[in-house]
Nanobody, 124 residues
Framework: QVQLVESGGGLVQTGGSLRLSCAAS????????MGWFRQAPGKEREFVSG????????YYADSVKGRFTISRDNATNTCYLQMDSLEPEDTAVYYC?????????????????WGQGTQVTVSS
């Protein structure tokens, strides 16, 4: 498994931006698809975005498409989620995840490797 540590969360006003980072260690980062999930109080966990090991395949949930951008840097073992035009509905704890089997698998079952989460709060 790979160890993941998120950073970059915080409080922002509606329309603002945040950039989340996920630093990976302990295994070969480039072998893993990476993803971002979020969970708001009282709601189920939502798969927000995923990126393949090469960066060539990317997925976005409809709720964030056009506003969020996922990327990765295999040289520094880091995955990013740039979040623009933030809305109060984006308020949640955001989790980074890694899955050696790819984005499609990550959407269907527990990826196995999770970060501790970072809080994102968007005020109206």
């Amino acid at each position: 498994q790979v160890q993941l540590v998120e950073s970059g969360g915080g409080l922002v006003q509606t329309g603002g931006s945040l950039r989340l980072s996920c630093a990976a260690s302990g295994s070969t980062f480039s072998r893993y698809a990476m993803g971002w999930f979020r969970q708001a109080p009282g709601k189920e966990r939502e798969f927000v975005s995923g990126i393949s090991w090469s960066g060539e395949s990317i997925y976005y949930a409809d709720s964030v498409k056009g506003r969020f951008t996922i990327s990765r840097d295999n040289a520094t073992n880091t995955c990013y989620l740039q979040m623009d035009s933030l809305e109060p509905e984006d308020t949640a704890v955001y989790y980074c995840a890694a899955d050696p089997w790819g984005i499609a698998t990550m959407r269907l079952r527990d990826p196995g490797s999770w970060g501790q989460g970072t809080q994102v709060t968007v005020s109206s």
